[in-house]
């Protein structure tokens, strides 16, 4: 969910990182106790030349959220290497700052198999092989299917 549909009042968007970090932590401050979780998709596309995404991010993780109990981010992308190489062997802000990593892989083309059977898309083992060469094994394709759609529609 994007924070400035979430707010209860409304934001300026703002016009760098270390903003929209800094409108991040108010919001989140403004919110009841409880575990709040800070979820970044994508993470690699938002990493942008000259965005200064990962200074902000150290800056907002360093200076605010690491301090707090209640903040729990994370964060992930389809872009294995630079996860790997701006997160996880990062020697900067967030140097040592992991805290545990999920390695997901794609469904295999029997657990396509299985998923399509679980939610009654009403596929042949041939419909099913093609969509799997058109999407791959990404659960989230598969999760848009419908059973009264073609892939091509």
Request: with cysteine; hydrophobic share 45%.
């Amino acid at each position: 969910m994007s924070l400035f549909r979430t707010a209860v009042r409304a934001f300026v968007i703002p016009n760098s990182r270390y903003e929209a970090f800094f409108a991040l932590e108010e919001w989140l401050s403004s919110l009841p106790e409880g575990k709040k979780i800070v979820f970044f998709d994508e993470l690699p596309w938002m990493d942008t030349p000259r965005s200064n995404f990962i200074s902000g991010l150290e800056h907002f993780w360093n200076s605010w959220a690491s301090a707090r109990k209640d903040i729990l981010l994370i964060a992930c992308g389809s872009a294995t290497s630079w996860i790997v190489n701006k997160l996880i062997n990062n020697h900067g802000g967030l140097h040592n700052r992991l805290t545990n990593k999920i390695l997901l892989h794609p469904f295999s083309l029997s657990e396509c198999e299985q998923y399509s059977e679980a939610n009654n898309l009403g596929l042949s083992r041939y419909q099913i092989v093609e969509n799997y060469m058109i999407m791959g094994g990404i659960p989230f394709y598969w999760s848009l299917m419908k059973r009264e759609l073609s892939v091509a529609s």
